[in-house]
């Protein structure tokens, strides 16, 4: 159990376009869900925190206005990027906190979305 | 700034030797996570240690936690050339519930 998937798996878009990237707890209900991005050979950075029904909370330095998050439900939250350009080529991945079930907190990881802009 | 700290940067043995990777934090934590990375491609989960367990096996891997000195370390025995890849820590710290990740140590294990 405790399956997060992401779609599409990876995208290739022309610069000034907007992708949408979705992540599913495919098994259980998420509290929260978070995304994070990685360039090429770096760490994973957090950029948000997502909570069903309200706003996301970003972190310093990560634009809210390009970077749209939409937690629906407890089972999706997606992440729009606007605009998109080159810069924003990177590898986009989402984790998901389980409501409940003595696993409260624990992080699930989804298998990423690789973002090409061209 | 960022709670994990990860050394080695990169570690390059032969294969069965054993390889060994630390992760160093800040601040009280939920639980710790290692993951493997191949290059290209998403994360793999290997082992969840809670802040109250101090030592779990899985396989070929072993995992230490020492809260007293906010450090954990990776050990994987006997290693493969399949082994090669980029792994990471990442600390969930007690509120909020994020976790973040450490900078990785990028493991090479020569035939």
């Known amino acids: 159990g405790a399956v997060v998937s992401q779609h599409p798996s990876w995208v290739i878009c022309k610069s000034g376009t907007s992708v949408k990237i979705e992540c599913r707890s495919l098994?259980?209900?998420?509290?929260?869900m978070f995304w994070y991005r990685q360039f090429p050979k770096q760490s994973l950075m957090l950029m948000a925190t997502?909570?069903?029904?309200?706003?996301?909370?970003?972190e310093q330095g990560v634009e809210k206005d390009k970077f749209l998050i939409n937690h629906a439900s407890l089972t999706l939250s997606t992440l729009t990027v606007t605009s998109a350009h080159p810069e924003d080529s990177s590898f986009y991945i989402c984790?998901?906190?389980?409501?409940?079930?003595?696993?409260?907190?624990?992080?699930?990881f989804g298998p990423g979305t690789r973002l090409t802009v061209l | 700034s960022q709670q994990g700290e990860e050394d080695p940067q990169a570690l390059s043995i032969q294969e069965g030797e054993n390889a060994t990777m630390n992760c160093s934090y800040k601040?009280?934590?939920?639980?710790l996570q290692w993951y493997r990375q191949n290059s290209g491609r998403g994360l793999v989960h290997l082992i969840l240690?809670?802040?109250?367990?101090r030592e779990k096996h899985s396989g070929r891997l072993r995992v230490t936690l020492d809260t007293s000195k906010k450090s954990s370390s990776l050990l994987i025995t006997a290693s493969r050339a399949a082994d090669t890849a980029s792994y990471f820590c990442?600390?969930?710290?007690?509120?909020?519930?994020?976790?973040?990740f450490g900078d990785g140590t990028t493991l090479t294990v020569k035939p």
């Open positions: 984790s998901a906190t389980i409501l409940a079930g003595g696993r409260d907190n624990e992080q699930f």
């Open positions: 098994d259980f209900q998420a509290t929260t």
């Open positions: 997502s909570n069903e029904g309200s706003k996301a909370t970003y």
């Open positions: 601040t009280s934590i939920n639980n």
């Open positions: 240690i809670r802040s109250n367990e």
């Open positions: 990442a600390v969930q710290g007690t509120n909020a519930g994020k976790s973040t």
